[in-house]
């Protein structure tokens, strides 16, 4: 029952939260976002605008080869982005419990947000298609991680001011992270 009010909170939340910006492009404003993170919290674009960078990722799924070997580059970029006064958020239409074993399962060192309805997607312009669940097994258990939705991998860089500063919609796994890297050095 805890995690379908995650999941109904999640969508609510997020639907509500970002209503006030739409398909983002470089120079546009973001003034909020609230939405359940990897550990059922709300987290807030809020808190971090004005003291830091911020890279918000979408990927499709959780546990995935690609989405894997993504977020494994940002968690093993951490310092570099951290120098950069950047901090990192990965979206995606996982539920809540699908991320926290994400998270544990690969030791990401940053926040993971759950975006099961689409809703930040779409105001961030983001394509989508329907959800799924695939099947892991992780520390000796098998385990069912389910989306709602399956986003495509985009990566915006949104700088203190709250202005998206980079947009990729054509986003190579495997060069993320360097491409971002290489735009905060210039900010």
């Not at 909020?32 to 971090?48: C, K, M």
């Not at 419990?97 to 690969?106: D, G, V, Y």
């Not at 105001?123 to 097994?137: D, H, K, L, P």
Request: hydrophobic share 40%.
């Amino acid at each position: 029952m805890k995690s379908i009010r995650l999941i109904l909170a999640s969508g609510i939340l997020a639907l509500f939260s970002v209503a006030a910006f739409g398909d983002l492009n470089i120079g546009s404003r973001v003034d909020s976002i609230f939405a359940n993170d990897d550990e059922g919290n709300l987290w807030s674009l809020q808190d971090h605008l004005g003291k830091k960078n911020i890279v918000v990722y979408f990927y499709p799924a959780a546990m995935t080869g690609g989405c894997t070997k993504q977020a494994c580059t940002y968690r093993d970029q951490s310092s570099a982005l951290n120098n950069l006064d950047a901090v990192v958020v990965g979206v995606s239409g996982d539920s809540v419990n699908s991320l926290t074993l994400f998270k544990e399962a690969n030791g990401l060192n940053f926040t993971l947000i759950s975006d099961i309805d689409g809703s930040l997607a779409e105001r961030f312009g983001v394509a989508t298609r329907g959800g799924g669940s695939i099947e892991r097994e992780v520390n000796g258990a098998t385990h069912i991680l389910t989306r709602g939705i399956t986003t495509g991998r985009w990566t915006f860089v949104i700088n203190k001011a709250g202005e998206v500063v980079y947009k990729d919609d054509a986003v190579k796994a495997t060069e993320d992270t360097s491409n971002v890297i290489a735009l905060l050095k210039k900010i």
